[in-house]
């Protein structure tokens, strides 16, 4: 049985990724930046309203996706394809204060090879 795995391959889903960084604002500035409508359109591309709704579909200039998980200031996950790639990814946000002037977020995907080219 061949157990070999590029490092962030998993057993079943195609590869995990994960970037931690700690910004010096607020956890409240964080979910602005993250979920906002302006801020939306800087990691997911120009489209009309995303609805962040749990089961909400939407569509953008350069993929498509579905919200999964919407906790106000703290989590945000969501299914996304980007044009192009064969297979969905699991996008997952969430942002942890540490003090009051400081907020780590947290960014993870799970998706096919084509992530870690794009």
Do not use: H, Y
């Not at 993250?34 to 359109?41: Q, R, V, W, Y």
């Not at 800087?42 to 350069?62: A, D």
């Not at 703290?74 to 996008?91: H, N, P, V």
Request: glycine share 8%; net charge positive; charged share 30%.
């Amino acid at each position: 049985m061949d157990t070999w795995r590029i490092v962030g391959q998993t057993k079943t889903v195609g590869f995990q990724v994960g970037i931690r960084r700690t910004f010096p604002i607020s956890q409240e500035k964080a979910w602005e930046l993250t979920a906002s409508e302006d801020g939306l359109k800087l990691w997911l591309g120009e489209s009309t309203k995303i609805n962040l709704q749990p089961g909400q579909k939407f569509r953008t200039k350069i993929g498509e996706g579905e919200i999964r998980i919407v906790k106000p200031l703290q989590q945000l996950r969501l299914a996304w394809k980007k044009e192009g790639w064969d297979k969905t990814s699991t996008i997952q946000v969430r942002i942890i204060p540490k003090e009051n002037t400081k907020t780590s977020e947290k960014k993870c995907s799970n998706t096919g090879k084509e992530f870690l080219n794009k």
